[in-house]
């Protein structure tokens, strides 16, 4: 325990941008380190034994924050009151630990159910904002005592973290900016109205879209760039795309490997593999389908391979990945408009 009369120690206060950078450059992980440094800092200006090191953890996992940060915030009004150091009111302490445990469940939920990437980006830069007042506050404590950072500083960071933002931050920066312009150039995108079909000039094929919020996407988008045309559908887990071969292509080929990628892909798939003529002719359409439950999610692989006249043959693949009870909701259609894929006459 410090001597009651000693000037207490503490980090170093930093510019709240250069923080705020920082947290930016190592993708939040910083957040961590700096629960476990102001922690630590309250206790020694009141005296009080070292917090532990799980303060770290604190910031990533939503279920400690319910207990700890109201302790978190009782130790840093202590320190306030031993300094005789300015107080938010009690009821700012509570909405901001309200909303930072709020945007922790939503960064938690997105490990699980696949958030879109502009809510990701929102949430992840709305967290950088609302942690600043927070450290503009503790400044103001530290401020008020000795300072001793954990390695020496040069214009506001010490080594290892002069590197991370040096290196991390363009890095971080160019991601950012691209998936933020895919996502963009997306949402701009119109999308076909439901009950309609979908047709391209110069391809042999017609689709039919029961759902609203289908959408265009360029080739490569939802495959390795083989295919004539591709599609995503109102979540993001769930595409068409077609593909378009000659007559060199042999269509039992083409359906067996298209089942072996399949069942390669998934946990303990359940398939359903049909061949059959189409209307009395000697013409083939092949129908594959595959399901899976893995890790509460349910996947679906289809595949519907129809053979024309002149001996091509037009294929559509389809994905769906989703928890159960979203499936249910659009299982149907997505399976029922595959079905209805063929030649455009």
């Not at 950078?21 to 009141?46: E, H, P, Q, S």
Request: proline share 6%; aromatic share 14%; with cysteine.
């Amino acid at each position: 325990m410090q001597d009651a009369d000693a000037t207490p120690v503490t980090a170093p206060t930093r510019h709240f941008l250069l923080e705020a950078l920082l947290v930016f450059a190592t993708a939040g992980l910083y957040l961590g380190v700096w629960f476990y440094l102001a922690a630590r800092d309250f206790r020694r200006i009141a005296g009080q034994p070292s917090t532990p090191v799980l303060w770290i953890f604190v910031p990533f996992f939503a279920l400690l924050q319910p207990f700890a940060l109201p302790r978190f915030f009782n130790a840093l009004r202590d320190a306030q009151k031993r300094l005789d150091c300015p107080r938010w009111p009690a009821i700012f302490d509570y909405l901001w630990m309200a909303a930072f445990f709020g945007l922790t469940v939503a960064s938690n939920l997105a490990t699980v159910v696949k958030l879109d990437v502009l809510t990701q980006l929102g949430l992840f830069f709305v967290l950088v904002v609302w942690f600043i007042p927070l450290h503009v506050r503790v400044n103001r404590l530290r401020r008020r005592v000795s300072h001793k950072p954990v390695m020496p500083r040069s214009a506001g960071y010490n080594v290892p973290e002069w590197i991370a933002v040096l290196l991390f931050t363009p890095v971080l920066v160019t991601v950012f900016t691209l998936l933020l312009h895919e996502e963009i150039k997306l949402a701009m995108t119109e999308e076909y109205a439901p009950h309609t079909s979908v047709k391209k000039d110069g391809l042999p094929f017609y689709l039919p879209l029961s759902q609203t919020g289908w959408k265009k996407v360029d080739t490569g988008t939802v495959t390795d760039g083989t295919s004539a045309f591709e599609l995503v559908g109102p979540l993001s887990d769930m595409w068409y795309a077609v593909f378009i071969y000659n007559d060199e292509e042999s269509m039992q080929n083409l359906s067996n490997n298209r089942y072996d990628g399949f069942v390669s892909s998934l946990s303990s798939p359940e398939c359903d593999f049909t061949r059959t003529f189409i209307d009395n002719t000697t013409r083939v359409w092949t129908w594959t389908i595959c399901e899976s439950v893995a890790n509460d999610k349910r996947v679906i692989y289809l595949a519907s391979q129809k053979e024309g006249d002149n001996n091509q043959i037009i294929e559509l693949v389809g994905f769906f990945e989703a928890s159960a009870g979203i499936m249910e909701k659009y299982k149907d259609d997505f399976i029922n408009d595959a079905k209805g894929f063929g030649f455009d006459k």
